[in-house]
């Protein structure tokens, strides 16, 4: 494997690394942006404008894009999240010029009236849906509890009413704030030739205009609390909790990955052992999420209602648990071993690269290859999971409880 790096005069960076024992390649598109990026009047414009990008360009229809993408037999998609949005497609290595023409060409969308106002409904349905299934909007409430109001907060889907009132101009102004070449990553993994990738990124985006598209990055004053919201159809109830951890460039991230795969991993953690294994619970588990400037632990607990209160306070005490006491050199081996078997496995495609190092780029600036990663895994030590519980404990956290009951106690 070779990593290779260039930035156009626009300042489109393009990044790559190269893989000749594959036998297809993956590009994709990092624009940093996202809803942490929007004001309220703009709520779920990132996710909605990713939409958007489908629908049509000055050369090509909505029809026109996808049979490009048929014709090419490549797997596309997109997704939005708080902090980016990537446009992303694996093809056959015969048909780079042609992924990176077509992906290139939807990043500057026609953004038309009538496909506006046609999407709209569908983003609409869209948040209609996610509020009616599990957990019913409770993580995007205790996002709102946790970070108060800190653009992290903000919902990637946005609102109802604020995806409704949104106009087209209004979007159309947010792509000349966000969409600059200076703030987009053209990254690929897999079977490529890079000269040959430097050269269709020239050719299709050398001459989108460059203009500053900042962000902001405000560490955030993050809240603790208790909300309960009754949904009297749920036949479940379920719990978020959300507390600090670190951020996307702090080296103690290792660590918390570490440390959530040992307390909350889906099968063979201590909460799966303490609640899950014996069917106190569905589901049981923690993970670590970083962001700019921000980090948190994520808890998910879905249970039989009445048995919500004590599973709270299972959780809890697993928590002040590993607090008190740490974790043991057997927890530890294991939670490398797991860990180190996904990043191989999630990389032995190219489209499993692709994200990781377009990620890694866009958080940190970086190249990090798989041994790297597996590196600082194996490097982690019980001290230093220690030290991340230390800094950031786990029963300080925000919660949000989602179900039939009107009323839930918070663990004591």
Not at 252 to 272: E, N
Not at 340 to 353: C, I, K, Q
Request: aromatic share 8%; proline share 5%; charged share 25%.
């Amino acid at each position: 494997m070779e990593f290779l790096s260039t930035t156009l005069d626009n300042g489109l960076q393009i990044i790559a690394e190269t893989n000749s024992d594959v036998h297809s390649l993956a590009v994709g598109f990092f624009v940093k942006t996202g809803a942490r990026d929007e004001s309220p009047e703009l709520a779920g414009v990132s996710h909605f404008l990713e939409h958007m990008v489908f629908k049509g360009t000055p050369s090509r229809s909505a029809e026109q894009v996808n049979r490009a993408f048929d014709d090419l037999g490549s797997q596309a998609n997109a997704f939005t999240g708080e902090e980016s949005t990537v446009y992303y497609a694996t093809v056959l290595p015969e048909f780079q010029d042609d992924v990176v023409h077509l992906l290139g060409d939807i990043l500057r969308p026609s953004l038309r009236e009538t496909d506006f106002e046609t999407e709209k409904k569908v983003i609409i349905e869209e948040i209609q849906m996610y509020l009616d299934q599990p957990p019913f909007g409770a993580d995007d409430r205790c996002r709102t509890l946790f970070y108060g109001d800190h653009p992290l907060s903000h919902s990637v889907l946005g609102t109802e009413a604020s995806v409704g009132q949104m106009s087209a101009e209004g979007m159309r102004g947010y792509f000349q704030q966000r969409y600059s070449p200076a703030n987009i990553v053209l990254a690929a993994a897999g079977r490529l030739d890079f000269d040959a990738l430097v050269k269709s990124a020239q050719r299709y985006c050398g001459d989108w205009m460059r203009f500053d598209a900042p962000r902001t990055i405000n560490p955030p004053v993050t809240r603790t609390g208790f909300d309960v919201i009754q949904k009297t159809t749920s036949t479940q109830a379920y719990s978020l909790q959300m507390a600090n951890g670190p951020m996307a460039t702090d080296p103690q991230r290792f660590a918390a990955k570490v440390l959530a795969t040992i307390i909350g991993d889906d099968s063979g953690s201590r909460l799966y052992w303490k609640l899950v294994d014996p069917g106190l619970a569905d589901n049981a588990t923690l993970g670590h999420h970083d962001h700019h400037g921000a980090g948190l632990f994520f808890s998910y607990l879905s249970c039989e209602p009445e048995m919500i209160e004590e599973n709270l306070r299972s959780m809890h005490e697993v928590y002040r648990e590993a607090g008190e006491h740490g974790i043991t050199a057997a927890e530890l081996s294991q939670a490398k071993n797991k860990i180190s078997s996904r990043l191989v496995l999630g990389s032995e495609r190219p489209r499993g690269r692709l994200f990781n190092i377009g990620s890694n780029w866009t958080y940190r600036g970086e190249y990090r290859s798989v041994k790297k990663d597996l590196d600082a895994v194996e490097a982690v030590t019980v001290e230093q999971a220690a030290a991340v519980l230390a800094k950031y404990p786990l029963t300080r956290s925000a919660t949000v409880v989602v179900g039939p009951l009107a009323e839930v106690h918070a663990p004591a």
